[in-house]
């Protein structure tokens, strides 16, 4: 009796401590960040976000035009990558609803699309989007609607927009296979009181459908404006990598990810502190955007089948 | 206008929208399935000239001269990834278990909602946490840092599929082993862990997948080198860091043999995916229908 005790003890141990490794893991990614940003935080305290200057000689930092970059590439490719994921999902979800071994097969094909690795998007952006954007897309909208500042300047393929495309394409499995899940998880009834009324195939995944479904689809597009935050290899290697505030899509920028991934290896002193602080951010974000995403789909979840 | 007139416009009305939106999701579905088909086609294309034996096994030679290969970083992508599938199974497996059969405890709630925070992260400030914590006291780039850094990537994932697979093992198993006597720890290990267990090796297998293909959590933990690995503590070449510094070097000799490592990654990643939904899949698929 003694001994079976002990084995439950052990075991309960073993597995809780591993548990508390996952909660440890991020109290200590949190602490040991803000223990190296911490000259750069005491130094330039909340103008580090504001600041527009990166100059490593005058030892001169502000997050700005990174943060900037990063909104800019990730709201392209929510306003892209969204529309489309959703309707892959109602696809799958609501028109192959009869045909479940294609629907099944159609999303597999697509979540092969999230095995796909970022570098391997960012070798294809560089060879391949990227000429394609600024000769088919870039340069043709330039030429006839070259007065908006959105499209004017002169494209080189390097900039906001090929980087927000590449990000696009990389975050609709991630949005769409959850949108998916929640869609399939929406009770039958509520398609059939709606098609009694005679409604439409639209008319019921409008109004009966996606309204029951919207905080998970919510969650889902969280979920992929976080993955888009984050990105970093991809997004390196087509950005043009130079600091730029403006609204002109087609010039080269920078985001947080790409900053780390370019300058930190050179980096030393108060250079180094200033970009962890610019990983600090990029960590307090994705922390809030998952904590958000993770929420609202565990609110959905209770008392649905939904799995992320 | 009489009123059935009048409601057989709303109605085509209404039948217009519906076929408008119709076509417009697969529009969608189209969009979202063209760029898989290019980047597909464009590796296999330009990868399958870089593919040689040469190219398989022999070291880097310097730019434009023939007969070099990505050796190295095959090797240092195997070994990285393999120390960090030893670190993450055990620490994921186990708070997995920890998530579905203590699922009532509020540390259980509170370290499975972390879990998943944990596995949305930008990786590049995992890299940068493993620097800190690794590169900086060690004071070299290392394998044994890399493997880190990709294990904090797989423990969530590990986790995750662990205790989704171990809370369809139906109660009643649990039950009826617990009333033949066998201590709870027991019942765990033997009863719930063997039924769960294709569950676990599809997470295992998918964290194994995606840590072949992180690059950002290398970067400034096991860097580069053109060398084979002697020792776990110096710079370690990986075929992703290798695309990376190909892609962007404009040696055309390079940038064909990143082409050929984006072939050779895709190949283990899509055969890992493939085989886990085909294979184990279905039978997952199955033991859920039971």
């Known amino acids: ?308 | 206008m009489t009123k059935s007139n009048l409601s057989a416009n709303v109605s085509l009305q209404r039948k217009i929208v519906n076929v408008l939106m119709t076509i417009l999701v697969l529009v969608a579905v189209v969009l979202a399935l063209v760029p898989l088909i290019l980047i597909l086609g464009d590796v296999f294309v330009k990868g399958a000239p870089a593919m040689s034996l040469d190219f398989l096994i022999n070291r880097p030679t310097a730019p434009n001269l023939p007969g070099g290969g990505i050796a190295p970083a095959i090797e240092g992508s195997f070994v990285m990834v393999g120390l960090a599938t030893l670190i993450s199974i055990p620490i994921g497996v186990g708070a997995g278990i920890f998530f579905s059969e203590w699922s009532t405890s509020k540390l259980s709630t509170v370290s499975g909602f972390m879990n998943d925070v944990l596995t949305g992260f930008p990786t590049m400030v995992i890299g940068l946490f493993v620097f800190i914590l690794i590169v900086l006291t060690t004071k070299t780039y290392s394998a044994f840092a890399g493997g880190v850094a990709l294990s904090f990537i797989m423990t969530p994932i590990i986790a995750r599929t662990t205790s989704e697979s171990l809370k369809l093992v139906p109660t009643t198993l649990r039950e009826a082993s617990m009333a033949l006597g066998i201590p709870r720890w027991k019942t765990i290990l033997r009863i719930v862990l063997g039924t769960g267990k294709n569950g676990l090796l599809t997470g295992i297998l998918l964290a194994i997948a995606r840590a072949s293909g992180e690059t950002a959590p290398l970067l400034f933990t096991a860097a580069t080198s053109t060398l084979f690995i002697k020792n776990l503590m110096q710079p370690t070449a990986s075929i992703t860091i290798l695309i990376y510094y190909y892609a962007l070097s404009s040696v055309p000799s390079w940038i064909s043999q990143a082409w050929g490592a984006a072939l050779l990654l895709i190949i283990i990643m899509l055969s890992l995916n493939l085989f886990v939904k085909l294979v184990i899949g279905r039978s997952l698929t199955e033991a859920r229908m039971e």
């Open chain 1, 1 to 308: 009796m003694q001994f079976r005790l002990n084995g439950d003890a052990i075991l309960t141990i073993l597995v809780a401590a591993a548990a508390l490794f996952i909660i440890g893991l991020i109290v200590a990614i949190t602490v040991e960040l803000y223990h190296i940003a911490a000259p750069s935080i005491f130094r330039f305290g909340p103008a580090f976000l504001s600041g527009e200057e990166w100059e490593v000689n005058k030892n001169e930092f502000g997050a700005l035009p990174f943060i900037y970059g990063t909104l800019v590439t990730s709201a392209i490719a929510i306003l892209i990558g969204f529309p489309i994921s959703l309707g892959v999902a109602i696809f799958i979800s609501e028109k192959l609803k009869s045909h479940r071994m294609f629907g099944y097969s159609l999303g597999t094909v697509v979540d092969l699309l999230a095995a796909v690795p970022s570098v391997v998007y960012g070798l294809w952006g560089v060879f391949v989007l990227v000429p394609l954007l600024r000769d088919y897309i870039e340069k043709p909208l330039n030429h006839y609607l070259g007065f908006i500042p959105l499209f004017s300047g002169h494209p080189e393929g390097f900039d906001f927009f090929s980087a927000g495309i590449i990000l696009a394409i990389m975050i609709i499995p991630t949005m769409s296979a959850v949108s998916r899940d929640v869609l399939k998880a929406v009770p039958n009834n509520q398609r059939e009181a709606m098609y009694s009324l005679g409604a439409t195939d639209w008319e019921v995944t409008q109004k009966s459908v996606l309204p029951y479904a919207r905080s998970g689809i919510f969650g889902g597009f969280i979920l992929g404006l976080g993955r888009a935050f984050g990105e970093t290899m991809a997004v390196v290697m087509v950005i043009g990598n130079i600091p730029n505030i403006t609204a002109n899509l087609f010039s080269p920028g920078y985001t947080l990810s790409s900053l780390i991934a370019n300058e930190f290896g050179e980096s030393t002193g108060l250079y180094e502190s200033s970009i962890i602080e610019i990983a600090l951010i990029l960590f307090a974000v994705a922390l809030l955007v998952n904590f958000v995403a993770r929420f609202l789909l565990w609110r959905m979840s209770r008392g649905m089948e939904v799995k992320v």
